[in-house]
């Protein structure tokens, strides 16, 4: 079983929709989550980071943790076409440990 | 968010020469940075670790001997991509780790733009 398990897509959804993406992961020790947003040829783009379970909410952006279901979501409301890109999940169990990467989930929005 | 520069951000060279690709925290000090690899559509493969005044670990599989990794100063990590073939042509990215005046990190990473090598 890989670390991070992350469904790729793509994922199409027409503008204004909501997108809803997820991962799971096998390691209890993750309790720093981060989801990345990655355009095309460009570096990563940290997006939300959520430390142990819960909520947050950035604007249309929402992030959920659930350690117990070891199950993070990103939600993004009311999508635009400059959200088309490829989001990451990412975990760390802290204290300089390395990141785990999902595959990364292709989206695009359709105007 | 903190700013993490990185250069040349693209770069095309004959086979058999070295390529350096520099990457810099701009404004804090980053006392773990990472080399990634990433192929097209696929996710980030961490090459190698690096912190500030040790030798770079790397991971399993990845050449040390190819891919010489310095981290010289808590704002600069250099990648060298020695004797470089079509084979090693993909995008690399960095990404430092650590906050204002070095304070501890909690796994957040902030990445650098990546670089793109073609080896012809």
């Known amino acids: 079983q890989k670390e991070v398990e992350q469904d790729p897509g793509p994922l199409s959804v027409p503008e204004g929709a909501i997108v809803s993406l997820n991962c799971t992961y096998s390691n209890s020790a993750f309790q720093y989550f981060m989801w990345y947003r990655q355009y095309s040829r460009k570096g990563p783009e940290l997006l939300m980071y959520t430390y142990s379970s819960g909520n947050k909410e950035d604007g249309r952006f929402t992030a959920q943790v659930d350690k117990s279901s070891k199950y993070i979501s990103l939600f993004i409301r009311d999508s635009q076409p400059s959200d088309s890109a490829t989001y990451l999940c990412?975990?760390?169990?802290?204290?300089?440990?390395?990141?785990?990467f999902g595959k990364g989930n292709q989206v695009v929005v359709i105007p | 968010g903190a700013v993490v520069s990185q250069h040349p951000s693209w770069v095309i060279c004959k086979s058999g020469t070295s390529v350096k690709i520099e990457c810099r925290s701009l404004d804090f000090q980053a006392t773990t940075m990472f080399w990634y690899r990433q192929f097209p559509k696929q996710s980030l493969m961490l090459m190698a670790t690096s912190n500030e005044g040790s030798k770079a670990t790397y991971e399993q599989g990845v050449e040390k001997d190819k891919f010489l990794i310095n981290h010289a100063s808590l704002t600069l990590s250099t990648l060298t991509v020695t004797s470089a073939h079509p084979e090693d042509s993909s995008f690399y990215i960095c990404s430092a780790s650590g906050g204002p005046s070095g304070s501890y990190n909690t796994g957040e990473l902030f990445f650098g733009e990546g670089s793109r090598l073609t080896v012809l």
């Open positions: 990412a975990m760390s169990a802290g204290g300089n440990n390395r990141l785990a």
